[in-house]
């Protein structure tokens, strides 16, 4: 089975950045596709990013598109999630997703998740 692990969240002031990490275990993480989701308490949960397996695509969430870069290390099976100017707006579990077929991938399906990392940005 596939493990996901997030780390990198915590408490910031809104302007402030935070680097969230995913790592990848018992997996092809190379041929994997990522996905970065978040939810907030309340709400349901929503897309924020997309990385393809290779790193050569990516997709963003119009709400976080110029303020957020997802990014992969695929020698470190880690994909990353730099989230830049944070707003108050953004504050919520943040979780990762892996796709395993380009299909599903592109689909936005995914069949492996984590346990999701906290983030809460303060006015």
């Known amino acids: 089975q596939v493990q996901l692990v997030e780390s990198g969240g915590g408490l910031v002031q809104a302007g402030g950045s935070l680097r969230l990490s995913c790592a990848v275990s018992?997996?092809?993480?190379?041929?994997?596709?990522m996905g970065w989701f978040r939810q907030a308490p309340g709400k349901e949960r929503e897309f924020v990013a997309a990385i393809s397996s290779s790193g050569t695509s990516t997709h963003y969430a119009d709400s976080v598109k110029g303020r957020f870069t997802t990014s992969r290390d695929n020698t470190k099976n880690t994909v990353y999630l730099q989230m830049n100017s944070l707003e108050p707006g953004d504050s919520a579990i943040y979780y990762c997703a892996a796709a395993t077929s380009v299909s599903r991938w592109l689909y936005n399906e995914y069949d492996y998740w984590g346990q999701g990392t906290q983030v809460t940005v303060s006015s």
């Open positions: 018992e997996g092809t993480f190379s041929s994997y596709g």
